[in-house]
């Protein structure tokens, strides 16, 4: 794939390409994430191009194509897709104009105001977990099985116990396995984010004050996204608490199934933490230090 280096003056010339009527605006970079640069176009847009990954460009469509219809009903902001941009000889691939969301990223600024957050947080996936139409994206893996995800984790886990990042190998290994032999998901098939990690919900007075990167959108099992509890919450009361606020209420095998994607999602934030530390590829520092309380609670608190 040509990689094409992206500018303020090339996110200027694709807006006077295909949306002129944007193009007078101050541009400036927001971030750059794992499949996207998110480029601030004035005080209430951004613009999204594609640069990291060759899956982003389905990732961007779908956002356009589903996001404007689920906005309404969630109770934070979210980026609403507002104009697409057609791959050119300029940039060969599509980008988006969407609403700027603000507020800082939980793994930058993580929430003290706990009980709020879990609340925010429960209000948040109970509208999202909607019966999804049968046209809804499937989930490349998230969402569905857990068993399906024992090879990657096991491999995770040898990786970072082999860079001493791993305090208590047998009891991560306990609370996975307590949840790969959970009852499987039988309900319908619900909306999930799919992707709730500290760098894609912000933060804003000490709780969450909105939701990013709704790239890996699709439908499956609610636990995908419960798992967030202990990705994002500061201490097991308020995890529970978020628990107890989500309705309808989690059973049993649904939380157990949830802790396992929680563990699997810590172990992955570790290791990219992990490489962020030591400046390679891929690496972000700041997913690091949540990753790992995430993990020691997960342990501490299996029984």
């Not at 109770?75 to 104009?97: K, N, T, Y």
């Not at 309705?247 to 992990?274: F, K, S």
Request: proline letters at 10%; a neutral charge.
């Amino acid at each position: 794939m040509a990689h094409v280096e992206i500018t303020a003056e090339l996110v200027r010339d694709l807006l006077r390409d295909q949306h002129p009527d944007l193009a007078d605006r101050p541009v400036r970079l927001g971030a750059r994430g794992w499949d996207n640069q998110l480029w601030r176009l004035g005080a209430d847009l951004a613009v999204r191009l594609p640069w990291a990954t060759g899956s982003a460009d389905a990732l961007l469509r779908k956002e356009y194509a589903w996001l404007p219809t689920l906005a309404p009903r969630l109770p934070l902001p979210i980026p609403v897709p507002q104009r697409f941009g057609e791959p050119s000889e300029r940039f060969p691939r599509p980008w988006l104009v969407t609403t700027w969301v603000p507020g800082t990223p939980a793994d930058r600024v993580p929430v003290t105001r706990a009980a709020d957050a879990a609340g925010t947080l429960a209000t948040f996936l109970t509208a999202l977990h909607r019966p999804a139409p049968d046209s809804a994206p499937a989930g490349r893996g998230r969402g569905g099985p857990l068993a399906d995800h024992a090879g990657q984790f096991a491999a995770g886990l040898a990786a970072a116990t082999g860079r001493g990042l791993i305090d208590d190998l047998d009891a991560v290994r306990a609370v996975w396995h307590d949840a790969v032999t959970a009852p499987r998901w039988t309900g319908p098939a619900l909306w999930l984010h799919a992707d709730l990690h500290p760098a894609n919900v912000l933060t804003a007075d000490g709780t969450f004050c909105g939701v990013i990167d709704f790239g890996d959108l699709c439908v499956g099992d609610p636990a995908y996204d419960l798992a967030a509890g202990w990705l994002l919450l500061p201490d097991d009361d308020s995890t529970d608490q978020f628990h107890a606020a989500y309705q309808p209420t989690p059973d049993a095998a649904t939380l157990r199934r949830a802790r396992g994607w929680a563990t699997a999602r810590a172990l992955g934030g570790i290791l990219i933490g992990d490489a962020g530390v030591h400046g390679r590829p891929g690496g972000k520092p700041t997913w690091g230090p949540p990753a790992h309380a995430a993990l020691r609670r997960l342990v501490a608190t299996h029984h």
